[in-house]
């Protein structure tokens, strides 16, 4: 976002007219519209900016600045103009239907719940380590929570799904998110045969992709700032067939639109990097959801993993 409060937001109507749209009534389904608009699958059209927005104004529900068009401009550091805009390319006849939408959720937003604690972590010292502790594990607790409230039982099915019954799967991230995926692929390694990284020691990004046929599985994941080869890569998967599925933070995430299948994880904290702890937790429940539908396959490839370790007495008793 610009730095500019009077910056403009651009958004382009659908081809149909707007008293034809049908605006989504909960969080929910504006969440479901603004993945679609993201991966091209709406008839209606918003520029970049605009959808960043409508993913920030997602992340406000339920907060008190969405009370005032003037104050929630203010937060994202747009026009109200943009606002009103966005909301009447959205199908909404006014900001306030928007806003009604905005405002029924019932727990409080990050923007929120930061800016009521965020003091405390500038005013922290040498004296005030456990106070700071006790902040970021509170915030960590409020980003996994909002996870699930964002997360539907279809997500997660069909993520489960799509892993389980792939022939091969790859992950892929950088920066913080290597240790993410290589996490997730011990855990998936567990449940299932073929889990990889896309890349390590011996093999680069295109020789891992090369590897890749039609019908395997890309996992990738990213949070903003998002990083340029990441998402080059997922454009370059869904580009020859094979299925990708992100992991990330916003419905306005640059991997959105060449993934199938998008989970997302809010991770502002005050941890001096993007807080990791809830995309570890929201990695925990996939893995558990691929081993419940696996069923006894997953339960044989467990055991057959046990044997080997007893008999290479790997582990100290």
Known sequence: MTENSSSQVESSPSKHSIAECQPPETVDGLRELALSIARGESELRLGPKSREVLARL???????????????????????????RLA??????????????????????????????????????????????EQLCAENKHNIDRFLQGVKHDDIETFAQTVISAPRVRLYGVRQFHALCSFSAYGLGMLRPDVALLSDATNGV?????????????????????????????????AHGIQTLAVTDY???????YAQVSILVP??????SNSMVAYFAAMECLINACATLSGDEAGKAISRRDRFITELDIEMR
């Not at 006014?94 to 905005?102: A, E, G, N, T």
């Not at 405390?120 to 700071?132: E, F, M, P």
């Not at 020789?207 to 454009?235: F, K, M, N, W």
């Not at 991770?267 to 001096?272: L, N, V």
């Open 206 to 238: 295109a020789e891992g992709l090369a590897s890749l046929s039609e019908g395997d599985v890309l996992i990738a994941a990213s949070c903003q700032p998002y990083t340029r080869q990441v998402v080059d890569v997922c454009r370059m998967a869904q």
């Open 251 to 257: 419905a306005s995430s640059a991997l959105v639109e």
């Open 58 to 84: 997602i992340d406000l529900q339920g907060d008190q600045v969405l009370l005032s068009i003037s104050s929630a401009a203010r937060r994202l550091e747009v026009n109200p103009s943009s606002i009103s």
């Open 88 to 133: 009447r390319s959205l199908g909404y006849a006014r900001f306030s239907d928007l806003q009604r939408v905005l405002l029924s959720a019932n727990f409080t937003s990050s923007a929120s719940f930061y800016r009521d604690h965020a003091a405390s972590a500038l005013a922290a010292d040498k004296h005030s380590l456990h106070v700071q502790a």
């Open 267 to 272: 991770h502002e904290s005050s941890f001096i």
